[in-house]
Structure formats: C-alpha cells, structure tokens
C-alpha cells in the first residue's frame, strides 16, 4: 500500500475500531450503542447553532495540535501545551481587560501577539535546556504546566487589579471591542459561540504546511527530528533548530489558548487544573498522524464528540463515555502498527520475516 493512502487509511481504520470498542463497552453496561450514537449526532448536527459550537471547539483544537505537530516533527513530545496555552490566555487576556478602549483591530493583532510570544516564552524553556542541557522535555514540560497552572491563578487572584475582576477567582468579561466573538457570526450560526478564531486557525494550518514542507527552516525541523548528528555533520545547527521548533510550538499553543479564552469565555478565570485543550490538541495531532491538513480533519471529529456528547442522555447513557470513545481511538492511532500490518499485503507480511 503506497505510503500517502496508508497514512489516510490508518487513522480511519482507528476511528472506526474507537467508535467500535466504545459500542462494546455499552453494550458492557447495558446501554444501547446505537440509540447512543444516534443521539450524539442528533445533538452535534440536529441546529445551527450546534453545528457553530463544532466549528467554535475546532478552533483551538486545531491551533493546539499544530503545536504539538510542529514539536513532533523536530523529534520532541510537547506535553506543556496546557501550560503554554493558558500563558497566552492569561497575559492576552490581562492586556484586554486594562486597555478595554483600544480599536478592535488594534486590540485583536495585540492579544494575538502577546498571546503568541507568552506561549513562545514558556514553550522555549524546556526547548534551551533540551538544546543545551540534554534535559527530557518530556519532565520539564510536564512541571511547566503545573508551574504556569499555579502561577498563573496567583496572577489573576493577586495581581490583576480589583477594578477589572468581578470575583476574586473569575475577571469581568472583555469589552467588545477585545471579544473574538462577533455579531454576523453570531446571527449566521443562531447564537452560538462561533468566533474568529476558526479563521486564526484555518491560516495557521496553511501557514504551518508551508512551513514545513517548503522552507529551510521546516526541512531542518524534520531532519533534526529524523537524526539530529547527521543534521548536524550535514551543517545544520541542531540546538538552534530545537529551540526554534519549541518556541513556534507555543506560540501557537498561546494562540490557542487565547482563542479559546477570549472567543468562546470571553474572560480569565482560576482553573482548577491544566487546560483540557491542551491534551485534546495532542490527541488531534496523533490520530492526524501530525500533518497540518489532516489536523482539520481530526479537530472536527473530536469536535463533533464533544459537542455531540450531551446527547447520549437521550439513551440514559452517561455522556462521559465518549471520553472513553476518544480514548479508544487514540489508543488504535497509538498502536498503529498494528493497523498497518493488517492492512499490509500478505506477501510483504512473509517478506518482513
């Protein structure tokens, strides 16, 4: 099977046996799988309104998996993509809240902005100590998430002024001018959270696959990522490419984060723990097996699945199960080569002994 339909054909296949083991785990428990599914996509597709939501959740999840893509091509697993999306929600956010006069577009290329270079900063932390101390970014990036989770609500409870916080955990909400929200969006999809953020996203995607299949700088990502000693006999600065890849991996993780605080809460607010978007992004980015296109693919499923969820109640099925359906098919894309070696034809089955 050429290389280009068995990287479409794996992340079907795992979609299809997700969607499959969480039929059987309902049934498991008694529940009907088909009246379950059927209500999930009755509730996803069933208004407008709904199908806005699907493409409002696909923003961020797209900007985040982008993230992740990046990082995977330069050979690293960026597991602070929580963190650096709440950086970038946090410090847009604040800018927004005390410069609530500003023009809109002047207030939106801002919060992009300082949104994009905090999640840059925090994503590039984990990327020097890579480059120069040899440290496992898979460590620091998981302690930077708990390190900006607790920071960043001590920001907001201690160092946002009283003026702009409506409790002491929870902002007042953005002047119009700074909301990602928009009236035509807002009438065209019946009132739902649809914002411009999904346009953020979809120029990311392009912006990104360029990035890396026609640049310098992207044939330099994933050769670091395939052998960093041979990129570097070959001339190529692998230290520079490592913090490179870590600081445009969240950027667009802040940019995410944004998106999802200022288009779809329109505030800041104490979380309880590190943001779900981030680890959501991830998944996308894996079942898309980390290309830029296939990611808008892979954001509208679990979009779909999220938005879709609370209509499981209509077959008396806990809507969390779809938390176990998505499970499910990250853990087919994460045992992929399974897939691919039952999908390979029997001769060259015989041939890899």
Do not use: C
Not at 31 to 54: C, M, R, T
Not at 316 to 340: D, R
């Amino acid at each position: 099977m050429p290389k280009q339909l068995k990287d479409i054909a794996v992340p079907i296949i795992s979609v299809v046996l997700g969607l499959v083991l969480g039929a059987l785990i309902m049934l498991a428990f008694g529940y009907d799988p088909i009246w379950g599914y059927e209500g999930l996509f009755q509730v996803a597709f069933g208004s407008v309104k709904n199908i806005g939501e699907i493409l409002r959740a696909m923003g961020p999840l797209i900007l985040l998996a982008l993230g992740f893509t990046v990082a995977s091509r330069a050979g690293f697993f960026n597991i602070g993509l929580p963190g650096q999306a709440y950086a970038g929600w946090i410090m847009a956010g604040w800018f927004a809240l005390t410069n609530p006069d500003l023009p809109r577009p002047v207030m939106i290329l801002m919060t992009v902005l300082i949104a994009a270079v905090s999640g840059g900063i925090v994503g590039a932390i984990p990327g020097f100590l890579r480059a120069f101390l040899g440290t496992s970014e898979v460590i620091v990036t998981i302690m930077m998430n708990y390190i900006i989770l607790f920071a960043g609500n001590a920001v907001i409870q201690h160092a946002f002024p009283k003026a702009i916080m409506r409790t002491t955990d929870s902002s007042i909400y953005v002047s119009q001018n700074a909301t990602y929200q928009s009236e035509w969006l807002g009438t065209l999809t019946n009132n739902s959270r649809l914002n411009i953020g999904i346009f953020f996203a979809l120029i990311a995607v392009l912006i990104i696959w360029f990035l890396l299949k026609q640049t310098t700088l992207g044939f330099e990502i994933r050769s670091v990522g395939l052998n960093p000693y041979a990129s570097e006999y070959a001339g190529m600065s692998a230290k520079r490419t490592i913090i490179l890849s870590m600081i445009i991996s969240g950027a667009l993780a802040g940019l995410g984060g944004v998106v999802e605080g200022l288009g779809t809460f329109e505030n800041v607010y104490v979380q309880s723990s590190s943001l779900a978007i981030g680890f959501d992004g991830m998944a996308v980015s894996l079942l898309a097996s980390n290309h830029p296109i296939g990611i808008i693919f892979a954001a509208f499923l679990f979009a779909v699945l999220n938005v879709g969820a609370p209509g499981m109640n209509i077959a008396g099925i806990p809507p969390e199960l779809v938390k176990i359906v998505t499970a499910s098919i990250i853990f087919f894309v994460g045992a992929h080569y399974l897939i691919e070696r039952l999908i390979k034809p029997k001769k060259q089955v015989k041939g890899d002994r």
